[in-house]
Structure formats: structure tokens, C-alpha cells
């Protein structure tokens, strides 16, 4: 982990097994005025579909919820990314029924 300032531009985290090997990363993009964060997240091909999408991702929401002022935290996937969408949905996301940038936005609170 590099840092859990909440309040700089970004944070980035990164996922590693218990013997140090790096599997990805994740990344909280800023706190909005409105009190949301956009979480980011990563897995290296190899370790994908092992379940550490959806554990890095559950612990950094609940960390993020406990932060002063968070009170919602934010996601987008490509449009045919199902993997991370069923990755939001295993850690309580919704669709907010909007398209980002990137695809449809998911949130949880």
C-alpha cells in the first residue's frame, strides 16, 4: 500500500498474496464534494477468476465507508466487462443506470 490519505487526488493500493507476490491493484480516484469516491481495480491475467478481485474490493469499500465524509462509493466497467461487474455486484454495488466514460456506473453505500 502506498497510502490511505482519502483526500489526495489519488490512492492507490496494491493486492498481494501472503508471500508478497503482486496480483494487482486498486485505486480510489478522489473524494467528490458530494461525499462518493470512484474505486479502480486491476487483476494480472494469471490470477483473475481466483476470488482477489472481490476480496481487495470488499476490504478497501468498507475502509473507504469508515473514512470521514465518504458516504458513497462509485464504479464503472466496460460494457462487456462481466467479470468485474459480477466483481461489483458480489461486494453490494448497484447500477446506478447511467453510462460513464468507460461503461455502466455501479455504486454502494
Not at 487483476?43 to 481466483?50: C, L, R, W
Request: proline share 4%; aromatic share 10%.
Amino acid at each position: 500500500m502506498i497510502t490511505k490519505d482519502c483526500s489526495r487526488r489519488k490512492t492507490i493500493w496494491f493486492i498481494e498474496l501472503k508471500d508478497g507476490t503482486h496480483v494487482g491493484d486498486l485505486c480510489f480516484k478522489g473524494m467528490n464534494a458530494d461525499g462518493s469516491v470512484e474505486i479502480g481495480y486491476g487483476i494480472v491475467d494469471e490470477y483473475q477468476g481466483k476470488g482477489y478481485a472481490t476480496e481487495a474490493v470488499e476490504a478497501a469499500v468498507a475502509w473507504a465507508l469508515e473514512q470521514p465524509g465518504v458516504i458513497r462509493v462509485e464504479a464503472e466497467t466496460e460494457p462487456d466487462n462481466k467479470a468485474s461487474q459480477r466483481v461489483l455486484e458480489k461486494c453490494g454495488f448497484v447500477p446506478t443506470g447511467t453510462m460513464g466514460e468507460e461503461g455502466p456506473r455501479f455504486y454502494r453505500t
